[in-house]
T-cell receptor, first 115, second 116 residues
Framework: ETGVTQSPTHLIKTRGQQVTLRCSSQSGHNTVSWYQQALGQGPQFIFQYYREEENGRGNFPPRFSGLQFPNYSSELNVNALELDDSALYLC??????????????FGPGTRLTVT | AQKITQTQPGMFVQEKEAVTLDCTYDTSDQSYGLFWYKQPSSGEMIFLIYQGSYDEQNATEGRYSLNFQKARKSANLVISASQLGDSAMYFCAMRAYGGSQGNLIFGKGTKLSVKP
């Protein structure tokens, strides 16, 4: 059973650019959540996808968008990058419906630096 | 609104001793889950232990135990027999059940340093 994978590992972008981060969920998992973790903080929920539909969203502007594909892998897109978008972006997958007790398994993260 | 509070930014413990990491939470939901994650410097969040709000027994997983006091809304993590590899950030998190959104709410974390 393969775990959650994310790509790329590290990324450096310039303010105003756009970025796409990718996540492959764990085998058998149909729910993917994305989190942003700024330096020295706990992760903050961006949004969640369940069976290719957005199932909930945290307090992030619309320039943060996502997709989930039929194989349950997912993308996080951020447009018009700002310096404050520099963070570790974590993807987590889980089995079952949102709100269930199924634990979330996290990937290794993508570290984004915006200059 | 849900909130997790971890009041210890950093903790030191001697190798082979036990350590308690504090976590208090705030929620109006009756059904929820409490989680602890370990985050080494590599960045990956590693699941350690889970406690459901209706579980009467404190959860245990190997050297990890969760001291759940529902009336006080606390969910402290106890690590017994600390090892050098336990040095990492530790995050307490919660999730409310019954709604359509199953996201985790995290605290700010506690940095644990194990001394030889």
């Amino acid at each position: 059973e393969t775990g959650v994978t994310q790509s790329p590992t590290h990324l450096i972008k310039t303010r105003g650019q756009q970025v796409t981060l990718r996540c492959s969920s764990q085998s058998g998992h149909n729910t993917v959540s994305w989190y942003q973790q700024a330096l020295g903080q706990g992760p903050q929920f961006i949004f969640q996808y369940y069976r290719e539909e957005e199932n909930g969203r945290g307090n992030f502007p619309p320039r943060f968008s996502g997709l989930q594909f039929p194989n349950y892998s997912s993308e996080l897109n951020v447009n018009a990058l700002e310096l404050d978008d520099s963070a570790l972006y974590l993807c987590a997958s889980s089995r079952g419906l949102a709100g269930s007790s199924y634990e979330q398994y996290f990937g290794p993260g993508t570290r984004l630096t915006v200059t | 609104a849900q909130k997790i509070t971890q009041t210890q930014p950093g903790m030191f413990v001697q190798e082979k001793e036990a350590v308690t990491l504090d976590c208090t939470y705030d929620t109006s939901d009756q059904s929820y889950g409490l989680f602890w994650y370990k985050q080494p410097s590599s960045g990956e969040m590693i699941f350690l232990i889970y406690q459901g709000s209706y579980d009467e027994q404190n959860a245990t997983e190997g050297r990890y135990s969760l001291n759940f006091q529902k009336a006080r809304k606390s969910a402290n993590l106890v690590i017994s027999a600390s090892q050098l590899g336990d040095s990492a950030m530790y995050f307490c998190a919660m999730r409310a059940y019954g709604g359509s959104q199953g996201n985790l709410i995290f605290g700010k974390g506690t940095k644990l340093s194990v001394k030889p």
